[in-house]
């Protein structure tokens, strides 16, 4: 896998992490240690069914002339979002994750897949590399957003695609749906 630097690629395992902090150093909290629920199980299904209904028909629109090769899930925590990038694509999906215990159990969850340990301000990964990137709910998560979003278009071929997805947490209905469970 082609690298700036040392750090793991997707043929090589996960370095062992420092522990609770995440990228950004800060102690994570409990909750960031716990199994991610399937997505079948989540606590908002019909929002993530809606949005890979929404995004497979854009996909199909669109055809990607070329059909992506190599594609990248960066952030892809569990690895929730792999079976969808398999259904829509015939590509070599990587995954990669700043958290190493999610990023194992992505592994175990797919062992046929590469993963590899990477944060999105410091990213091993060289130039031009993928054909598509998906990033979905994962900006929000990284203090210097403006720097991961230009290594995801660093990373990304001229012409290639950018999947990026961000919560709307500001807007009335996202409001009301987090208050929704108060009784």
Request: with cysteine; aromatic share 14%; net charge positive.
């Amino acid at each position: 896998f082609p690298s700036h630097d040392r750090h793991a690629g997707p043929s090589q395992k996960p370095k062992k992490s420092s522990g609770g902090t995440g990228a950004q150093g800060k102690k994570n909290p409990r909750w960031y240690f716990a199994a991610q629920d399937e997505p079948s199980k989540k606590s908002w299904p019909h929002a993530a069914k809606k949005r890979e209904k929404y995004l497979a028909k854009v996909f199909r629109k669109f055809c990607f002339s070329p059909k992506p090769r190599r594609i990248l899930d960066a952030g892809c925590g569990e690895g929730s979002q792999i079976p969808f990038l398999k259904q829509n694509f015939s590509a070599h999906i990587t995954g990669s994750d700043y958290s190493l215990i999610r990023l194992l159990r992505a592994s175990r969850r797919y062992p046929q897949m590469e993963f590899f340990l990477g944060d999105l301000t410091h990213y091993p990964v060289k130039d031009d590399f993928f054909d598509m990137v998906y990033c979905s709910h994962v900006l929000e998560h990284i203090q210097d957003d403006e720097k991961a979003l230009s290594t995801l278009c660093r990373i990304l071929r001229p012409g290639g695609t950018l999947v990026l997805g961000v919560p709307n947490e500001g807007c009335w209905w996202w409001l009301a749906a987090t208050y929704r469970d108060w009784e």
